[in-house]
């Protein structure tokens, strides 16, 4: 009995595990035949940027700081005691041309004026007496002469000249004029005991007050014009030649510029023009040196504030007009140069380009876009000519492929090896 029992607990697994193997496998064969449908697969996905042709002259950018066209050092001309020093007279006083910025002690300059004027007249005084002496001894020559009887042309030597007296009329004329110089010097230091400004402009630094002694010399302030305002801006020589009549000399033609400086995080303009050009290259930098003049920087123009001394600007130079051209990201232009665009049929194709000019991130070019107004932004790790792709808003049916149903590829579509590449996703 129990030898019978152990063997039952030994056949019962075994009869069950074989029963569903059966089962299983009765199945298996039992089961329909899938249908096998076409997976379709689509094209790549690239980013695109719609080009329009640009016929706008070009804009040459370039940065520069702002300094005063006019800039001096103020120094007095004569010494004395300042008695008088303008309120304008003091760091970032402003004034106009002409206004009396100081005043020194004149008291002296005026005697010195009344003295030369003094001697003036007395040496008019000794030139009348010259002259009518002159007149006398020239009227006894000639009555000497007649008493002789001499017809010999009349005696030109120094002897003669004296005995007419004309050497010591010439003396007297020569004193008055000395005298009316002294007196002309002596009324210029006068004048000079007042500095009077020479230009319109402002105070950048004085050292000078009211009660100090100055010698002739002296400076006593730093003062700069405020009716334009230059700066400086370096190009390369490639830059300057999109710049047509640079080297104009005539000055008929004025270059625009517009110049751009920042203010508080806000941005402003003034409107310029191209001043002159350096006629030679910068040894060091091998830039070509130019000059923009913007007048009146310190005009209130809608609450602008003044194109300061110092400031960093960018500047913007009218350049050539060019024919139609594009502007394109410079993460889209490919070695070549080229660019990839996207046909009419969604499929891509290289457009050699010309560079014309480079700003920042963006770069101008010229190039035939004919057929294909759509450049390609993105990058993919396989890019071919005749690639179909697709862009957004795109839905061009040509743009899917599908598998055959005998697991080949159809014409047109993309290869295994190509699409296990672009599932690793562009950039």
């Known amino acids: 009995m129990t030898r019978t029992r152990s063997i039952r607990a030994i056949l019962l697994p075994v009869l069950i595990v074989t029963g569903g193997l059966a089962a299983a496998l009765v199945l298996v ?70 206004d009396t910025l100081l005043k020194l002690d004149n008291r002296s300059y005026q005697n010195a004026v009344s003295i030369a004027r003094a001697e003036v007249e007395q040496r008019r005084v000794d030139v009348a007496l010259a002259a009518q002496n002159q007149d006398i001894a020239q009227r006894e020559y000639e009555l000497l002469r007649r008493r002789l009887g001499s017809d010999a042309p009349a005696d030109t030597s120094l002897a003669a000249q004296l005995a007419r007296q004309q050497p010591q009329y010439e003396a007297a004329e020569a004193s008055l004029h000395r005298a009316e110089a002294q007196l002309a010097d002596a009324e210029l230091s006068l004048t000079r005991s007042v500095l009077v400004a020479p230009f319109s402009g402002r105070v950048r630094s004085e050292s000078v007050d009211v009660g100090q002694f100055i010698s002739p010399g002296q400076a006593v302030a730093e003062i700069y014009g405020t009716d334009a305002v230059e700066v400086d801006i370096s190009l390369s020589t490639r830059q300057a030649a999109l710049v047509d009549d640079l080297w104009n000399e005539t000055g008929a033609d004025r270059i625009s510029a517009t110049v751009r400086a920042d203010f508080g995080g806000t941005w402003y303009d003034w409107e310029g023009f191209v001043e002159h050009a350096s006629g030679a290259l910068d ?32 500047a913007d130079i009218v350049g050539r007009a060019m024919e139609a051209h ?35 991130d963006t770069v101008f070019i010229q190039a035939d876009m004919a057929s294909a107004s759509r450049i390609v932004m993105s990058a993919l790790p396989v890019m071919t000519e005749g690639m179909k792709v697709r862009f957004e808003g795109s839905d061009d049916p040509n743009s899917r492929t599908e598998l055959g149903t005998d697991g080949g590829t159809r014409p047109g579509e993309l290869t295994t090896s190509d699409s296990m590449a672009i599932s690793g996703g562009g950039q």
């Open 29 to 98: 064969i039992s089961r329909p035949t899938p249908e096998r449908v076409a997976t379709p697969r689509l094209a790549p996905m690239v980013s695109t940027k719609v080009l329009l042709p640009r016929t706008t002259p070009l804009m040459v950018e370039g940065t520069g700081t702002v300094r005063p066209t006019s800039e001096i050092t103020l120094s007095a001309e004569v010494g004395g005691r300042v008695v008088m020093v303008s309120p304008e007279l003091a760091r970032g006083g402003s004034f106009s041309s002409g």
């Open 283 to 314: 040894e060091t930098t091998r830039t070509v040196e130019i000059v923009i003049r913007v007048p009146s920087p310190f005009n209130a123009v809608d609450e602008r504030p003044p194109l300061l001394i110092g400031s960093y600007v960018r």
């Open 326 to 360: 594009y502007a394109v990201p410079r993460g889209a232009l490919r070695d070549g140069p080229a660019v990839w665009v996207v046909t009419d049929e969604q499929t891509l194709m290289t457009r050699p380009v010309r560079v014309i000019q480079e700003i920042q």
